[in-house]
């Protein structure tokens, strides 16, 4: 330890990255202390350590969507002889799923806490901002201060829902953040925004049984596969979500009776009103990066998202890092934030070059019916390289346990991009079915390892899966054959 700094690594952010990178550096021998501060959201939701993706993020969100899932198999059961009551008398308790979602939570946060303690990472509840390049200051819940000096430091601060800027949104409506603890059961709810959060909040919402609208400005799910994207949307319309299209919401007035009286305009300005219970708002997220104040070391940000353009993790400050969502252009993802932070710690502390690797990186979003994929979209492989050097290999597939119930199978769908030519090297997989998160996973690691057409043409399935479908996908979009199961 240089004996001019108290520390080796001061973190800024106690969620995915932070943590990951904290955790890794006490191992290989540094003095790391962690900031970590909870600004509560407009509504006054607050959480403990960990970030995001444990407290109102990844894991909530899965243990809500797991829940709608439930209720799915339990209407299903009927149809494989089990006996209910009366499927029709079956309700959902939300305040029962709250509670145990957030005692869930609570626990984690819980073994975090004692995690960090037993690795010896020191961790204060505190909001951190620059004073000088390897100066920190942390200012506390009671408005005390306290400085703290680093040979280095890392930025992990991630981000928080934005809020469209219309009478009425912060008062009234809620994001991400409040969604998971809201005490009182959502009721008829409007999400404003069709990204990956709005389409997954929207559809365990469905799942548990309330009336859902989205709002979508343009389309749905930027940045992903447009085929794919539009086929979970159908899907879930398919579901009693309603959907309005090129719509936004311009004014939010509370009702006596509590409801939220909702003015919107559609694309050719003409005004409309309903009302809701409940406005989520899920519009994108602001990375947290003005609170650092960033003027004083001079901390270069993108100025239209005020994010960090690192390279290599690394800041315009050569002692100052960053990893995580605070990234400009990276996956915002916590295994990518964790991986980054690992492997920052390795290179700072371990004596190791290796570089985090964010190409390829799967994701999954959890809609009602999931859409799992990695690499490149069909219209990015086509921009990339050209129509003529990709082949697009598609199926639809019933998966053996829709027949039973007689399933509606028409957004079982899946989809490999690959070169038509050379090796035939495969540039992206995406799969809307069941547990598309599962299956994606395994084929990243083949993808990793540069898996051809053929190599997958070669692989035996498992039988009956929804995985091996991928291994029998056979009709190139260019045939103009008919990609649906001839059985
Ligand atoms: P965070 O986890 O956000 O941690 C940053 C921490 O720093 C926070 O605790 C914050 O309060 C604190 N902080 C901020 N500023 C300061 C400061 N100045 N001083 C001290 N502390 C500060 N990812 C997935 O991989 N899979 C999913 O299924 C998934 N689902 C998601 C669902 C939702 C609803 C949301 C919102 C996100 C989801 N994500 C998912 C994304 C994932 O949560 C993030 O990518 C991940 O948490 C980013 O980690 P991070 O370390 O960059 O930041
Ligand atoms: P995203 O993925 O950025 O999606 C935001 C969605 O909200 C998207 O559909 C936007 O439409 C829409 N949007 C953005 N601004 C507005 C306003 N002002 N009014 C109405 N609709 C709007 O955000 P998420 O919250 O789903 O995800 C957060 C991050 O996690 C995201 O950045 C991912 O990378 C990971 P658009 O397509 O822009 O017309």
């Known amino acids: 330890t240089d004996p001019k700094f108290m520390y080796d ?10 943590l990951a990178a904290a955790k890794e550096a006490v191992n290989l021998g540094a003095k790391v202390a962690v ?33 709608a899932l439930l209720g799915e198999a339990v209407h299903e059961s009927t ?50 901002y620059f004073k000088d390049q390897h100066t920190v200051c942390g200012k506390m819940k009671n408005g005390q201060e306290k400085e703290f000096t680093a040979k280095n430091i890392l930025i992990a601060v991630g981000g928080r829902p934005r809020y469209p800027d219309i009478p009425g949104a912060v008062e009234y409506g809620i994001t ?4 998971f603890s809201l005490e009182k059961a959502p009721g008829r709810t409007l999400v404003v925004g069709a990204g990956y959060i709005g389409l997954e909040c929207a559809g365990f919402l469905k799942g548990l049984g309330y009336d859902v609208t989205i709002m979508v400005r343009s389309i749905v ?64 997220r602001k990375a947290l990066t003005e609170e650092l104040k960033p003027e004083n070391i001079n901390l270069k940000l993108v100025a239209e998202t005020g994010k960090i353009d690192a390279v290599d993790e690394q800041t315009n400050i050569p002692n100052v890092y960053a990893v995580g969502d605070v990234l400009h252009k990276k996956p915002e993802l916590t295994p990518v934030a964790i991986h980054a932070g690992r492997l920052l710690a390795r290179r700072l502390f371990g004596n190791s070059t290796q570089q985090m690797d964010y190409i390829n990186v799967a994701t999954t979003v959890f809609s009602p019916m999931e859409y799992g994929c990695v690499g490149l979209s069909e219209e990015a492989a086509i921009a990339i390289h050209g129509e003529e050097k990709i082949e697009i290999y598609h199926m639809y597939y019933k998966p ?12 079982c769908y899946l989809k490999v ?15 809307v079915g069941p547990h598309a998160g599962e299956i994606i996973q395994g084929f990243s690691a083949a993808m990793k390892c540069n898996l051809t057409f053929p190599k997958l043409k070669e692989t035996v399935g498992i039988h009956p899966t929804v995985a091996e479908e ?17 059985s």
């Not at 053996?400 to 957004?411: A, G, L, M, N, R």
């Not at 991928?470 to 054959?481: A, E, M, Y």
Request: with cysteine; aromatic share 10%.
């Open 470 to 486: 991928f291994t029998r996908v056979n009709i190139s979009k260019r045939s103009g054959l008919d990609p649906k199961p001839q």
């Open 9 to 18: 690594l001061l973190v800024i952010g106690g969620g995915s990255g932070g």
């Open 417 to 431: 991009v690959a070169f038509r030519g050379g090796d035939e090297r495969v540039l992206g997989m995406h799969f």
């Open 79 to 128: 149809f494989y002889g089990w006996q209910l009551p009366d499927p029709q008398t079956i309700k959902h308790d939300w305040a029962a799923l709250k509670t145990a979602v957030q005692n869930h939570i609570k626990s984690v946060n819980w073994v975090t806490r004692v995690d960090l303690r037993t690795q010896k990472v020191e961790y204060v509840n505190a909001q951190g």
């Open 221 to 284: 799910l930027r940045g992903f596969d447009q085929q794919m994207a539009n086929i979970v949307a159908d899907e879930m319309q398919r579901r009693g979500v309603n959907f309005v299209y090129k719509a936004k919401p311009a004014k939010i007035e509370k009702q006596p009776d509590g409801s939220l009286h909702v003015h919107w305009v559609d694309e050719h300005g003409k005004i409309h009103e309903d009302v809701y219970d409940t406005v989520l708002f899920a519009i994108g």
């Open 400 to 411: 053996t346990e829709f027949f039973i119930p007689q399933k509606d199978v028409s957004s």
């Open 35 to 67: 900031l970590d501060f909870v600004t509560p959201s407009p509504q006054g939701t607050t959480w403990g350590l960990g970030g995001t993706c444990v407290n109102v993020g990844c894991i909530p969100k899965k243990l809500m969507h797991q829940a």
């Open 176 to 179: 991400s953040d409040d969604i």
